[in-house]
């Protein structure tokens, strides 16, 4: 039985906010607010009620997980449409290699302006991660983040395959771009859309 059946918003929205409020013992109209500048408006009396339900049963879960602490070196970036109050909305969300949230925007559009915003969160909270999967839809924004904030970041596999060649139109003259090579492949075409890039200064 989904435990989140009935309610207005995702069950990861409704984890996140459960679990902002039990570790940084922040206010629920404070909670509010951070949810607000992701997209997610929600009344700080719902955030209460979902806290009163979801925080027993999150805690047992997690006790496993406290024992064994995911490794967030490498993730991921993720992008899909949820309903939300039977409207659509567009999520965007970074996952670890477990396939865990460790944060999301939700954006009513599918733009620059938003996966932007979403990178910059995700950036000033996980400084030292310099390891995630390359989308095809992020390259551009990425290499401009990483022109203007000064990070070096390194492309993994991709965990599917990208739909879209990268845009390289904003790689700058003094970056070396390598392609991280696999014995199974020796058709480059193959391998740029099957494999990530190395981005180094």
Known sequence: MNPFHGRHFQGEIILWAVRWYCKYGISYRELQEMLAERGVNVDHTTIYRWVQRYAPEMEKRLRWYWRNPTDR?????????????????????????????????????????????????????YQSIEHYSKNGNWTQIL????????????????????????IMAQIQPNQKICFQYSPNFKDSNTLYLLTGLSLQN
């Open 143 to 166: 290499y401009e983040f990483k022109t203007e904030q000064g990070q070096i970041f390194v492309f993994a596999r991709n965990r599917a395959v990208a739909k879209h060649l990268p």
């Open 73 to 125: 070196h490498l993730w991921h970036l993720d992008e899909t449409y949820v309903k939300v109050n039977g409207k659509w909305a567009y999520l965007y969300r970074a996952d670890d290699q477990r396939g865990h949230t460790l944060d999301f925007y939700l954006s009513a559009r599918r733009n620059t302006h938003s996966a932007y915003c979403f990178l910059g969160k995700i950036f000033n909270q």
